[in-house]
Every structure is written in structure tokens, then in C-alpha cells.
């Protein structure tokens, strides 16, 4: 397997794998052609050098994970770089086989590798085997998170 920084070729993919869970159908709107909001937030993603979109693929490149890592730069702990870790995903047919854990230690080190003092995630409290795959490889429950959504 290998983890590489997501082409324009991996977004039909990508937004395939956001869309393929309960929470996921309910949001994304996976379609032929892609909706052309996907292309533009691609391509501000793509453009910014304090975020990196990648997906795992496999022997034939076909595209079967993938995240954001986000480096976010405080004031707080004096200047420091938080990575918060978004939109992870793992097609069903590769799920429960380590794959999420490849992605979350090629994450960890990446955050390490750019100075960050912190890697963070949110989930939805509906996705009870994500928080314990998260928990599982050591992250903390140390914050009450919240959200303002506007639509």
C-alpha cells in the first residue's frame, strides 16, 4: 500500500468513499459528473501548503483510504501547530485489515515531521467504532467539542 498526495484523478474516489456511510449519504452528493464544488475545494486544498489531502492506494492505484491533515498555527503553547486529522476514510472492502492504522501513523509522523505539539480529531458521537478505533490508538476524549452548523 502505498500513501500519496491526492491528483484530481482521486477525487471521484475520494468523494465516493465520504459519501459511503450513514452519516456520509446524508451530506455528500456523489455523482457523474462531480459537483463542481468538490473541484473547487480540491483545488484550494491542493493550493494550500498548510493542508495535505491524501489517500492510500493500492498495487493497481486504486484509491482504497483516505484523510486530511490539516496544520493549524496558534499563539497558544508558544506558537505552536496543531494537526487536526479530517475526512478519514477506508473503503469497506479494506476495513478492519490495518489500513486505518496506516493512514493515522502516516498522519502522526507527518504532524511530527511539520513540528506540530498536538494531533487532534473530531467525530461524530454516532460513529462509536471510530471512537474506539480512535481511542485504541491512543487518542484522548481530553475536550467537549462543538459545533454551529449553517444550512
Same mark, same amino acid.
Given at each position: 500500500? #502505498?500513501? +500519496? %498526495?491526492?491528483?484530481?484523478?482521486?477525487?471521484?474516489? #475520494?468523494?465516493?468513499? !465520504?459519501?459511503?456511510?450513514? !452519516?456520509?449519504?446524508?451530506?455528500?452528493?456523489?455523482?457523474?459528473?462531480?459537483?463542481?464544488?468538490?473541484?473547487?475545494?480540491?483545488?484550494?486544498?491542493?493550493?494550500?501548503?498548510?493542508?495535505?489531502?491524501? *489517500?492510500?492506494?493500492?498495487?493497481?492505484?486504486?484509491?482504497?483510504?483516505?484523510? @486530511?491533515?490539516? =496544520?493549524?498555527?496558534?499563539?497558544?503553547?508558544?506558537?505552536? #501547530?496543531?494537526?487536526?486529522?479530517?475526512?478519514?476514510?477506508?473503503?469497506?472492502?479494506?476495513?478492519?485489515?490495518?489500513?486505518?492504522?496506516? !493512514? =493515522? @501513523?502516516?498522519?502522526?509522523? +507527518? &504532524?511530527? %515531521? %511539520?513540528?506540530?505539539? *498536538? *494531533?487532534? !480529531?473530531?467525530?461524530?458521537? %454516532? +460513529?462509536?467504532?471510530?471512537?474506539?478505533?480512535?481511542?485504541?490508538?491512543? =487518542? #484522548? &476524549?481530553?475536550?467537549?467539542?462543538?459545533?454551529?452548523? =449553517?444550512?
Amino acid at each position: 500500500m #502505498i500513501i +500519496r %498526495k491526492a491528483e484530481h484523478s482521486d477525487l471521484s474516489a #475520494i468523494v465516493e468513499l !465520504l459519501a459511503n456511510d450513514e !452519516l456520509g449519504r446524508l451530506r455528500e452528493n456523489f455523482s457523474t459528473p462531480l459537483p463542481g464544488e468538490y473541484l473547487n475545494a480540491f483545488d484550494k486544498i491542493n493550493s494550500d501548503h498548510n493542508q495535505e489531502l491524501v *489517500v492510500m492506494v493500492n498495487k493497481s492505484d486504486v484509491v482504497i483510504g483516505t484523510l @486530511q491533515l490539516s =496544520f493549524i498555527q496558534y499563539l497558544t503553547y508558544r506558537g505552536g #501547530i496543531r494537526a487536526q486529522i479530517e475526512a478519514v476514510r477506508v473503503h469497506e472492502n479494506y476495513r478492519n485489515k490495518g489500513i486505518g492504522q496506516q !493512514l =493515522f @501513523q502516516w498522519a502522526i509522523d +507527518r &504532524a511530527k %515531521k %511539520k513540528g506540530a505539539h *498536538v *494531533v487532534q !480529531l473530531t467525530t461524530d458521537k %454516532k +460513529r462509536k467504532s471510530a471512537l474506539k478505533f480512535y481511542e485504541k490508538l491512543g =487518542f #484522548i &476524549a481530553s475536550h467537549e467539542g462543538m459545533k454551529l452548523h =449553517f444550512h
